[in-house]
């Protein structure tokens, strides 16, 4: 196919396309009435097998990049302030390194690093495909032999264990940007989920961050927007699914007048409450309520649901794995989001990041790159 024909051919059959990259894979996902489906999946398979990235369309695809590094990062302090934690977070790991890459990356890659990269990771044995919707399993087999069997495998370089060294103390980075108030992120090392069977930990801490963070009725909001007003807002995260090694994340933008320390000391004191003294049940039982809304809700989207199932296998676990989800939320007690606050959201294993909120000095919005949709 050539260029343009692919987003043409799946416009003109009704559907859509788009990519996107994370830190453990790269998607490309389509939305195509069920009928043309071979279409997407033959669409795909000449996409993994017959690429040929042209020098004059990486030169204009690269500036698409380098204006969405700018505009998503290097324009937001926030981000760039994320970035700046992750980089100082990990002293081995490749999570220490930019999805998009930093600026001085981009600015040095070629047309050759891309079709290197693409020769040597793009083939059927190292891709997932998910169909999700109503389609019949047998001719979704059948297409998946037709359009992908035929493609040879390649010698996929071996992955090593990329295993990162114990944090032995505080980390801390600070971020001098352009912003009206400070603003301070924590990331907390933590373990991911290997075993859904065994590991308790992971579902533990899930529940620890969505109590923490996940409403304006969890703990942060309660002690530091209403009761304490040191914050305007509060957050935390935590994703258990990871090929990599995990982190827990606590998020506090500043209230007029008050710093960073203050937000970090307020942060780690409800921290420290609940390893100390635990959750109430009420907390234990909002929480869960939300993360198992949530599940239920990923089942409204196909594209959440294939999503999370190709996360699964991509990351070492089986995709169904997704159906034990909820009753492994069911079983957590109080007693051990106490235990896991208690062994993972400690001082050795922290990383602090701090914006120092610097004059704001508008600028004129980057220039658009004519022509070309990203």
């Not at 059959?13 to 990519?19: E, I, K, L, Q, Y």
């Not at 982190?247 to 942060?267: D, I, N």
């Not at 409450?273 to 409204?300: F, H, M, P, S, W």
Request: with cysteine.
């Amino acid at each position: 196919f050539g260029l343009g024909e692919f987003s043409r051919l799946v416009a003109e059959a009704g559907g859509r396309d788009n990519a996107f990259t994370s830190t453990d894979f790269t998607v490309y996902h389509e939305q195509v009435h069920r009928d043309r489906l071979p279409l997407a999946m033959q669409l795909e398979a000449d996409r993994m097998a017959n690429l040929v990235i042209r020098p004059e369309e990486f030169a204009r695809e690269i500036k698409v990049v380098m204006e969405e590094r700018r505009r998503s990062y290097e324009d937001r302090p926030r981000s760039l302030l994320n970035e700046n934690l992750l980089a100082t977070a990990f002293a081995a790991h490749p999570y220490k390194w930019p999805t998009i890459g930093w600026m001085q990356d981009l600015e040095n890659m070629s047309w050759r690093d891309a079709q290197a990269w693409y020769r040597q990771w793009y083939a059927p044995n190292n891709a997932i495909i998910v169909v999700v919707g109503d389609v019949e399993p047998q001719k979704v087999l059948a297409w998946a032999g037709r359009y992908y069997g035929a493609l040879a495998p390649k010698a996929i370089p071996a992955r090593k264990t990329l295993g990162e060294p114990v944090q032995r103390g505080l980390k801390r980075v600070m971020v001098k940007a352009p912003a009206e108030l400070p603003y301070v992120r924590l990331g907390y090392k933590a373990p991911v989920l290997r075993d859904i069977a065994k590991d308790w930990e992971p579902f533990a801490i899930s529940l620890l961050a969505e109590l923490l963070g996940g409403s304006d009725a969890a703990r942060l909001h309660q002690v530091l927007v209403r009761e304490r007003r040191i914050a305007t807002s509060v957050g935390a995260d935590y994703e258990m699914v990871s090929r990599g090694p995990g982190m827990v994340f606590v998020e506090a933008a500043a209230a007029q007048g008050r710093s960073g320390a203050e937000l970090e000391a307020g942060v780690r004191e409800v921290i420290a409450r609940i390893a100390a003294a635990g959750v109430t049940a009420e907390e234990l039982n909002r929480a869960r309520v939300q993360l198992l809304a949530q599940l239920v809700y990923k089942r409204d989207s196909f594209f959440a649901q294939a999503l999370e199932l190709g996360e699964l296998e991509s990351c070492g676990l089986s995709f169904r794995a997704a159906d034990r989800l909820p009753e492994r939320l069911k079983a957590i007690t109080a007693e051990q989001i106490q235990a896991a606050a208690a062994r993972y959201l400690v001082e050795d294993g922290l990383t602090v990041a701090v914006l120092d909120p610097q004059p704001l000095n508008p600028r004129p919005a980057s220039a658009a790159v004519p022509g070309v949709k990203h």
